[in-house]
């Protein structure tokens, strides 16, 4: 028993003889990580183990565990022969995955490019710790690309998805806009920002992928009653303060004129013209209210030359969309207004006087009839003649006419001086060649010329005798001499001699006493004289047989004038005209007496009575008349009637053409 018990000493004794001791302080980085020896927790280093190893396979295993850092296992066997052991902790590590959008970038982790080129999309792998209150440390990721913001955002070791997404946001600022005139809504690419003085809207400047360059923006203004203002702006460095001018609504505008070359006036002023003939002018519509309603002007188009004109024509140009050209088409004005001077008789309490009157009358600029062979102008008068009554020598080869003059404001009630007022009496072939010759000297009223039946002499009222009108005779060759035949203290106008074998005078005489004008007859060489009707009347005229007298008398009802026909020895008339609403005058016998010719009012022309010549067939010896039958109807001025030697044209006075001349139309 004692001998086994030996044995089992001395064993163990063999065995406890074999281990391996060794005695390590350990300690970690960080210094306050927990230590963990074969899985017992001794606490935070420094720590000074023992270690026994029985055999070369036996290890020990140290673990330094720090909250932010990985577990750091150490294996220790029994040739680890260095007293100390320092744990070096590696913080904790993940991968991360970045993505950017709306375009690649430069990708920094901490202020540290991960990426040398932009990239859509990156991962890389990140150490997490904490710091001395156990505090996780964060990472910044950052995206980078020129113009714009950069896109930020904190990655921790707590995030659950380890996914990132970074947006790249357009660079803004804030802008300050002010606008002429302020109170305009300011837009920028066309939608609000608000009501000018802007300040502070925030605005985007977004990038072109393709260029990298900032895309331009249209900053605009916008108020009724003016022209937009836009500007483009960009990031433009960062600045923020902009103006922007709105527009007047200004346009060019350019006038055709039909005819070319017309006077072109806006609001009054002329405008010049381009070589084409086509007024020009740049016109500006500012607003004139509140409501925003833009300037308009007032064109003017007219044109005159010397020998045409046109009706001008107004029409009010506005901003009308911008429209740019007008086409004005003028229409001619056919008519022209013509002085006519004529001889008035006056009665005041002095009695009878004659004085100049001014008549305004409408010529046609063209001279022609509508549905007869156009009349032959006899006279090439200057412009301004005023031509009086005419005659026609008996046999059919002279003319005989008065021209008149006076002061132009004469008759318009001022009392005309005598010298003022004046005529004289001119010759011209019935052939129209030659020109005329003047058979009186102008220096007093010769009027109303007439030819003797033998043709050798001219009656004529005139005041070169006396105060009054007075019959005279010159002799129709111009010889020297004047013979008055009527010497009363009447006015005698209108005479006209018969060819009986004692010649009588008819004329019109005006009685102080009387106010209506009285038709006398008178022998020749003697002094009775005879009233030939109770009617009275003006303008007498004896027939070719002397056995008629045709005149004219007023109508008391209507105050126009019909043209009646007499017995030469007087009585009671026959009114040949009958037209109470027409003015009729200035009758004409044909050299057989078998027609009359006259002036009258009875036809209208563009909405007017106008003086033409008519033509009565009095054939029907003292029966009724035929019908009349108009001669002239070119709508101008004529009168003064007289038939040519062979009764197939007519001798008359007419404004057509725009002045007093002597025309000669055929009737048959």
């Not at 002499?457 to 020297?480: E, M, T």
Request: aromatic share 6%; with cysteine.
């Amino acid at each position: 028993m004692i001998q086994r018990l030996l044995c089992i000493v001395a064993l163990a004794l063999l065995v406890g003889g074999c281990a391996t001791t060794r005695v390590v302080t350990i300690s970690t980085k960080p210094a306050d990580a927990t230590i963990s020896i074969d899985g017992v927790t001794r606490g935070r280093g420094p720590i000074t183990e023992t270690f026994t190893f029985s055999s070369a396979e036996q290890t020990h295993r140290v673990v330094a565990s720090r909250m932010g850092y990985k577990d750091t296992p150490v294996t220790l066997n029994r040739d680890y022969r260095r007293q100390d052991l320092l744990i070096e902790l590696k913080p904790l590590t993940r991968v991360i995955h970045i993505t950017v959008a709306p375009v690649p970038a430069i990708i920094s982790v901490d202020g540290k490019p991960i990426t040398s080129e932009p990239v859509s999309a990156v991962s890389k792998e990140l150490e997490f710790t904490v710091d001395s209150k156990n505090q996780w440390i964060t990472h910044t990721i950052t995206a980078e690309r020129p113009n714009y913001d950069p896109a930020v955002q904190t990655v921790s070791w707590t995030d659950r998805d380890p996914s990132y997404t970074l947006l790249l946001q357009a660079k803004k600022k804030n802008l300050n806009i002010t606008t002429e005139p302020p109170g305009a809504d300011v837009l920028i690419d066309y939608e609000k920002l608000g009501v000018s003085p802007v300040r502070g809207a925030a605005v985007e400047f977004p990038v072109d992928p393709a260029s990298n360059e900032f895309i331009p923006r249209k900053l605009r203004a916008e108020k009724p009653g003016y022209m937009p203002g836009e500007i483009t702006i960009s990031w433009d460095s960062g600045r923020t303060d902009y103006h922007v001018d709105l527009g007047v609504y200004t346009k060019d505008i350019r006038i055709v004129t039909d005819p070319p070359g017309a006077v072109v006036k806006i609001d009054g002023h002329e405008i010049p013209s381009d070589r084409s003939g086509a007024a020009f002018a740049t016109l500006q519509f500012p607003p004139v209210n509140e409501k925003a309603e833009l300037k308009t002007y007032t064109c003017t188009v007219s044109k005159k030359t010397a020998d045409s004109e046109w009706e001008p024509q107004s029409f009010t140009i506005g901003w009308e969309n911008g429209r740019t050209e007008y086409r004005v088409t003028l229409k001619e004005i056919l008519t022209r207004p013509v002085k006519l001077l004529m001889p008035n008789m006056r009665r005041s309490d002095d009695g009878w006087e004659v004085v100049p009157e001014w008549v305004d009358t409408i010529a046609m600029k063209d001279v022609t009839e509508p549905e007869r062979p156009s009349p032959q102008q006899l006279t090439r008068l200057a412009k301004g003649t005023q031509i009086g009554s005419l005659a026609v020598s008996p046999d059919g080869s002279r003319l005989v006419f008065a021209v008149l003059s006076a002061s132009p404001d004469a008759g318009t009630g001022r009392t005309a001086a005598r010298s003022e007022f004046c005529s004289q009496l001119l010759l011209i072939n019935t052939d129209g060649s030659g020109g005329a010759s003047i058979l009186t000297d102008g220096k007093s009223l010769d009027l109303m010329p007439w030819y003797s039946p033998r043709g050798d002499q001219i009656l004529f009222s005139s005041n070169r005798s006396a105060r009054k009108l007075q019959v005279h005779a010159i002799s129709a060759d111009g010889a020297p001499g004047i013979t008055r035949l009527t010497t009363g203290d009447t006015n005698d106008l209108w005479p006209t001699i018969d060819s009986d074998p004692k010649p009588r005078l008819f004329y019109q005489a005006m009685v102080d006493t009387r106010a209506d004008p009285r038709l006398y007859m008178t022998q020749l060489g003697t002094i009775f004289q005879t009233d030939l009707t109770t009617l009275g009347g003006t303008q007498p005229r004896v027939s070719p047989r002397n056995d008629a007298i045709i005149f004219a008398a007023v109508n008391e009802k209507t105050g126009k004038r019909d043209i009646f026909r007499v017995r030469d020895s007087g009585g009671v008339p026959q009114n040949l005209t009958n037209t109470p609403d027409a003015d009729e005058c200035d009758p004409s016998w044909s050299r057989d007496g078998s027609k009359i010719v006259f002036a009258s009012d009875r036809a209208t022309a563009d909405g007017r009575n106008n003086y033409d010549i008519w033509m009565l067939d009095l054939s029907n010896a003292q029966g009724p008349a035929h019908e009349p039958v108009q001669i002239t109807a070119n709508a101008s001025h004529d009168d003064c009637p007289v038939f040519d030697l062979s009764g197939s044209s007519v001798f008359f006075r007419s404004n057509r053409g725009g002045q007093w001349q002597i025309w000669n139309i055929a009737v048959k």
